[in-house]
């Protein structure tokens, strides 16, 4: 079968289900599993590179408004790999092309490829996708293995933090407006032994003011902006170390969210892993340093 994926987390769900083979195109993002980044890119977005968190949530905020789309796709190179399948989303407007856009343009090809839609807002629906996916390529067997395991790492998370104090956590999924954590993320910080402040399973996620983050005392604050690595993520932690420092969080983490937090596909598990160290390090064995970075904000602010 001839796959193409217009979403990074559908990119690595058909991995997983040993699909690699079939994909024949992905979209400009997708960057694992590894290698995956040489096939031809189906998208590219819109928005200037070289922008600033608060210059990038303006632009996005102005093409939506104006009903304009964040990404073009290929419509030539599409038609020229000729898929049986197209993957895409039609969750969020600003993670990938236009779902409309999408069946539009597949309607127009001699191939009349199957077009899904994996729309999840829970961890659950997320893993739900794995059958959906399973069921239209003819993976049921690998689908089982796949969702067996990821069920089996969150019952070792669950039964590791049981009965432990749950601390208090904000996340932040973008920190120039800060957006809470929504979707899949509140769960993900419950699994973990976590109480999560101000999101909301399943809903999506939202802009506060500091003043309000502030208002919620929380004992972890998680910096996991959309799309961005440790690195990049605990930047964004320095540029607005003073805000989050009045936050008064004994503890500021910074994660890398494009690989286990932004993405709903089986790197989410990873993710509640993650989350578990950092809530309840005594319970839980250390991820690989390059996932997190703990920020001193005491330090940066010279006390």
Same mark, same amino acid.
């Given at each position: 079968?001839?796959?193409?994926?217009?979403?990074?987390?559908?990119?690595?769900?058909?991995?997983?289900?040993?699909? =690699?083979?079939?994909?024949?195109?992905?979209?400009?993002?997708?960057?694992?599993?590894?290698?995956?980044?040489?096939?031809?890119?189906?998208?590219?977005?819109?928005?200037?590179?070289?922008?600033?968190?608060?210059?990038?949530?303006?632009?996005?905020?102005? =093409?939506?408004?104006?009903?304009?789309?964040?990404?073009?796709?290929?419509?030539?190179?599409?038609?020229?790999?000729?898929?049986?399948?197209?993957?895409?989303?039609?969750?969020?407007?600003?993670?990938?092309?236009?779902?409309?856009?999408?069946?539009?343009?597949?309607?127009?090809?001699?191939?009349?490829?199957?077009?899904?839609?994996?729309?999840?807002?829970?961890?659950?629906?997320?893993?739900?996708?794995?059958?959906?996916?399973?069921?239209?390529?003819?993976?049921?067997?690998?689908?089982?293995?796949?969702?067996?395991?990821?069920?089996?790492?969150?019952?070792?998370?669950?039964?590791?933090?049981?009965?432990?104090? =749950?601390?208090?956590?904000?996340?932040?999924?973008?920190?120039?407006?800060?957006?809470?954590?929504? !979707?899949?993320?509140?769960?993900?910080?419950?699994?973990?032994?976590?109480?999560?402040?101000?999101?909301?399973?399943?809903?999506?996620?939202?802009?506060?003011?500091?003043?309000?983050?502030?208002?919620?005392?929380?004992?972890?604050?998680?910096?996991?902006?959309?799309?961005?690595?440790?690195?990049?993520?605990? !930047?964004?932690?320095?540029? !607005?170390?003073?805000?989050?420092?009045?936050?008064?969080?004994?503890?500021?983490?910074?994660?890398?969210?494009?690989?286990?937090?932004? =993405?709903?596909?089986?790197?989410?598990?990873?993710?509640?892993?993650?989350?578990?160290?950092?809530? !309840?390090?005594?319970?839980?064995?250390?991820?690989?340093?390059?996932?997190?970075?703990?920020?001193?904000?005491?330090?940066?602010?010279?006390?």
């Amino acid at each position: 079968m001839r796959i193409a994926s217009l979403v990074p987390s559908a990119t690595e769900m058909l991995c997983a289900l040993g699909l =690699r083979e079939s994909l024949v195109a992905v979209t400009h993002e997708c960057d694992y599993p590894e290698g995956v980044e040489q096939l031809p890119h189906l998208t590219r977005s819109v928005i200037p590179e070289g922008l600033s968190p608060g210059e990038i949530d303006a632009a996005v905020r102005e =093409r939506t408004e104006k009903g304009e789309a964040l990404y073009e796709l290929d419509e030539e190179l599409l038609e020229d790999v000729d898929p049986e399948l197209i993957v895409t989303q039609a969750l969020c407007a600003v993670c990938a092309v236009s779902y409309d856009d999408v069946r539009a343009v597949a309607e127009r090809l001699p191939s009349q490829p199957n077009v899904i839609s994996l729309d999840p807002g829970t961890l659950g629906e997320v893993i739900g996708d794995v059958r959906t996916l399973a069921q239209a390529t003819d993976t049921k067997d690998d689908a089982v293995d796949l969702v067996e395991d990821l069920a089996d790492r969150l019952d070792r998370v669950k039964l590791a933090v049981r009965g432990a104090d =749950r601390p208090r956590v904000v996340a932040l999924e973008w920190l120039d407006p800060p957006f809470i954590g929504g !979707h899949w993320v509140p769960q993900m910080v419950e699994l973990a032994g976590g109480e999560d402040l101000l999101g909301f399973p399943g809903e999506r996620s939202r802009t506060a003011s500091w003043e309000e983050l502030e208002g919620v005392q929380p004992d972890v604050v998680v910096s996991m902006p959309c799309g961005y690595y440790a690195e990049r993520a605990a !930047h964004e932690v320095m540029v !607005h170390r003073e805000e989050i420092a009045r936050l008064g969080a004994s503890s500021v983490v910074a994660v890398d969210a494009a690989a286990y937090f932004s =993405r709903p596909g089986p790197r989410l598990v990873e993710g509640v892993e993650l989350l578990a160290y950092i809530l !309840h390090p005594d319970r839980v064995e250390p991820p690989p340093p390059e996932r997190l970075i703990a920020v001193d904000l005491q330090a940066a602010l010279g006390a």
